[in-house]
Structures are given as structure tokens and as C-alpha cells.
């Protein structure tokens, strides 16, 4: 069973709009992940963000955290076209070497 | 500064066949993953080793076998392959003591017919 689940499963915008992705998971969590990948290629460390921590931000990306809701938001502001990708979150529990991931979150991003 | 490098990019396989894929990583990092990414379902880990000298199973480890042959290499052998292990596979790695985001190679894609 799938530990983190993305909300939507697909999102298609315009150029410089804000893109805002969801993730809920089940079980409590020590931290929790963002990647992007680009189509045939690995997956990119993103953002990671603490179980006590609430916000975070790099460049263009704000990530929340909300662990009463088991819940976390990705924003993209001023998207572009090069963020077109699947952006996935992925939760490490407590005391273990395993991350889970969801299914992730197709974003296209039109020019 | 290779990072995570997976070798074969592709392979096509026959029932039945076996195969390794190779992994190796040069940022000097503790832990090493195997995961298997099919459409709509994500990753799933299939082994871990968590440092040199020690491997263990994951969420869909049966049919595969893996060793981690020093701290820098941890490879993933299927015996005798089958149409279901067709599949994208991806190494990853992270350092030691937590809060870092895997490093992931650029993928291994499978065909087994």
C-alpha cells in the first residue's frame, strides 16, 4: 500500500501560472520528500521538510507541511515551460531506511 | 561527478533469461536502493542494503537477488525473468544519519518477452 498519494493526478497550466500539487500519507512520518522527473530520466531531490517543520521555500518552490491533516502542498510560482514533469512526494517513517512513494502528479506546463 | 550510474540504459530479455544491472555510486554515501517504477503505481522498493555488508528485502523483493559488493556497488540480479518484471528500475542512494533526499540514477528499462 501507497504510503503518500498526490493530488491531482494530472494538472495542465499556462506559462507563468502557480501550479499547486497535494500530498496526503497515513502513518506518521519522521520527514517528507518532493522529487520531479523529467519523462525517461531519474528522479530529482527537490525539497525535504521536517515533521516539525511547517514551510519551506527554494527558489520558485514552496513546500508545506500540515502533520495534523497528514497533508503537504508543492507550489511552483511563475511556472514554465521546462517544469512540465511528474512530481512525486515521498515519506520516511520513524527508525527505518524505507521511503515510500506516491504515484505522483503529471504537470504540463504550456507555453 | 557521475553521481549514480546504472548499467544497462535498456535491455530486452526472454522468459526465463537472467540478468544483473549493475549500480555504482561515487559520493562516498552509506545506503543504496533498488526501486521499480511501473505506470501508476510510483516506486516500490524492491532491496535496500542500509551500508556495506548488509542487504535486506523491501516491499516486492521475490524474484530478485542483490549484493552490495563494496560501499560503492549494489547490484540486482533477476534469475529467470518474467513478462512481470518488465519495469523501469532505478538505483538510489543517500548518506548516513538522515534528512537527505535520495540521489537516483537514470534508469534501467526492462522488457521481458
Known amino acids: 500500500s501507497q504510503q503518500g498519494e498526490e493530488d491531482p493526478q494530472a494538472l495542465s497550466i499556462q506559462e507563468g501560472e502557480n501550479a499547486t500539487m497535494n500530498c496526503s500519507y497515513k502513518?506518521?512520518?519522521?520527514?517528507l520528500q518532493w522529487y520531479r522527473q523529467n519523462s525517461g530520466r531519474g528522479l530529482v531531490h527537490l525539497i525535504l521538510i521536517r515533521s516539525n517543520e511547517r514551510e519551506k521555500h527554494s527558489g520558485r518552490l514552496r513546500v508545506t507541511l500540515d502533520t495534523s491533516k497528514k497533508s503537504s502542498s508543492l507550489l511552483i510560482t511563475a511556472s514554465r515551460a521546462a517544469d512540465t514533469a511528474s512530481y512525486f512526494c515521498?515519506?520516511?517513517?520513524?527508525?527505518?531506511?524505507?521511503?515510500?512513494f506516491g504515484a505522483g502528479t503529471r504537470l504540463f506546463v504550456k507555453a | 561527478n557521475a553521481g549514480v550510474t546504472q548499467t544497462p540504459k535498456f535491455q530486452v530479455l526472454k522468459t526465463g533469461q537472467s540478468m544483473t544491472l549493475q549500480c555504482a555510486q561515487d559520493?562516498?554515501?552509506?545506503?543504496m536502493y533498488w526501486y521499480r517504477q511501473d505506470p501508476g503505481m510510483g516506486l516500490r522498493l524492491i532491496y535496500y542494503s542500509a551500508s556495506e555488508g548488509t542487504t535486506d528485502k523491501g516491499e516486492v523483493p521475490n524474484g530478485y537477488n542483490v549484493s552490495r559488493l563494496n560501499k560503492r556497488e549494489f547490484s540486482l540480479r533477476l534469475e529467470s525473468a518474467a513478462p512481470s518484471q518488465t519495469s523501469v528500475y532505478f538505483c538510489a542512494s543517500i548518506p548516513a544519519g538522515g534528512g537527505y533526499g535520495y540521489t537516483f540514477g537514470s534508469g534501467t528499462r526492462l522488457t521481458v518477452v
Open positions: 559520493m562516498n554515501h552509506n545506503s
Open positions: 502513518t506518521s512520518i519522521n520527514n
Open positions: 515521498a515519506t520516511d517513517g520513524y527508525g527505518g531506511f524505507k521511503t515510500i
